[in-house]
Every structure is written in C-alpha cells, then in structure tokens.
T-cell receptor, first 114, second 111 residues
C-alpha cells in the first residue's frame, strides 16, 4: 500500500438517500482530512482527524454529514438525506506530523445526486 | 471570503518556454505555502512548498517564489513540457494543519 485509497470511485444516488464513503490512508500517517471539490473550485476543507480524534469541522459540514475514524485507521464520511447540492468530488488526504511533505490525496469519490 | 486567490483560470504556454502561475493570499497568518498539480480523474498531487521564512525554493524545473510584503507567490516551471498540462492549485496553511486551496489555474502546454 503506497497511497490513499478511496471507495467507491463513483456513486450515483437518488435525492434523500444516505451514502457512505470510505478512505484508507497511508498506514503510517496519523492525520486524515476530508475535502470537497465542486466544478471550477479548489478543494474545500470539511474536517480532519488526528488519530481517532476529530479535531476540526468546517461550517460546510452540515448536520447531515458525519465523519468517523475508529481506531485511527480508515475513515468514513456519511451523508444523510442527500441533496442535489451535495454532488461533488469528495477527496480524502493523509499526512504525517510534518506538514512539509504536504498531504497525499486519494483519487476521490465522485458523488452524483439525481 | 477567499483567502487564497488564483485570478487566472487558465494559461497557455509554448513547450520549452517558462510557465508562471500566480497566487495571492489575504491571511497574514499563513506561514506555509504549497502548490499542487491535478490531472483529470485523479486527486491533487503535492508539487512543491515554501516556508514563510524563505523567499525561494527550487526543485528541478519547479521554483516557487514568495513575496510576503505583497502576499504573493508564484510557481515557475522551466522548461515547460507537455506533461505539465494540468490544473495547478496554490494552497496555504497557518500551521493548524488545515490547508486552504485556491480555485486553480489550468495550464495548457502548446506543442
């Protein structure tokens, strides 16, 4: 395992349904981040974990969104009662303590709400 | 409020010439700056970074310049190659380990 893995790569769901995405970070990275990217925008911060602790949540993360990182390993991002505005690329990244190496991003999960 | 601004949505450069991508920021607390490169259907890839205590950092064909007084940084790619065609994101952090990204600049390298 040499990278950040995200599943699924694509998800099409009907409005009102719940969806869950998974991220497996690089094993020795203790920090894990979720970002969202919409067309024409850069990645927007959603939340991040250090080990299993969720340290910060963006105001973009409404009550319908919840993220977990049990045991400080993989993470899940759940969106309840999806809305068309939730359609975006959801990116996961991980990093070690030293920010100097930047984050390593996964390939993302593209969500389409119809 | 956009704290990291990339005002050029796209840029076209002849192969072999220098590509210069610009970025401005508003938050004076930012002390670490990064550039990421993104190909379609892939996540962003870290390219190069610079600490606020420096004004230049070079890595092969890539050089980042930081002008703190102007709150401006730029990425120079020389010589530009076809594989450099991608979207480039400028990003910044104030050391709370959260990176703020700009909207990106799409670079086209022309043959």
């Amino acid at each position: 395992d040499t990278g950040v893995s995200q599943n699924p790569r694509h998800k099409i769901t009907k409005r009102g349904q719940n969806v869950t995405f998974r991220c497996d970070p690089i094993s020795e990275h203790n920090r894990l981040y979720w970002y969202r990217q919409t067309l024409g925008q850069g990645p927007e911060f959603l939340t991040y974990f250090q080990n299993e602790a969720q340290l910060e949540k963006s105001r973009l993360l409404s009550d319908r969104f919840s993220a977990e990182r049990p045991k400080g390993s993989f993470s899940t991002l759940e969106i309840q009662r999806t809305e068309q505005g939730d359609s975006a690329m959801y990116l996961c990244a991980s990093s070690a303590e030293e920010l100097g190496y930047g984050y390593t991003f996964g390939s993302g999960t593209r969500l389409t709400v119809v | 409020d956009q704290q990291v601004k990339q005002n050029s949505p796209s840029l076209s450069v002849q192969e072999g010439r220098i590509s210069i991508l610009n970025c401005d920021y508003t938050n004076s607390m930012f002390d670490y700056f990064l550039w990421y490169k993104k190909y379609p259907a892939e996540g962003p890839t870290f390219l190069i970074s610079i600490s606020s205590i420096k004004d230049k950092n070079e890595d092969g064909r890539f050089t980042v310049f930081l002008n703190k007084s102007a709150k401006h940084l730029s990425l120079h790619i020389v010589p530009s190659q076809p594989g450099d065609s991608a979207v480039y994101f400028c990003a910044a952090s104030d050391r709370d380990d959260k990176i703020i990204f700009g909207k990106g600049t799409r670079l086209h390298i022309l043959p």
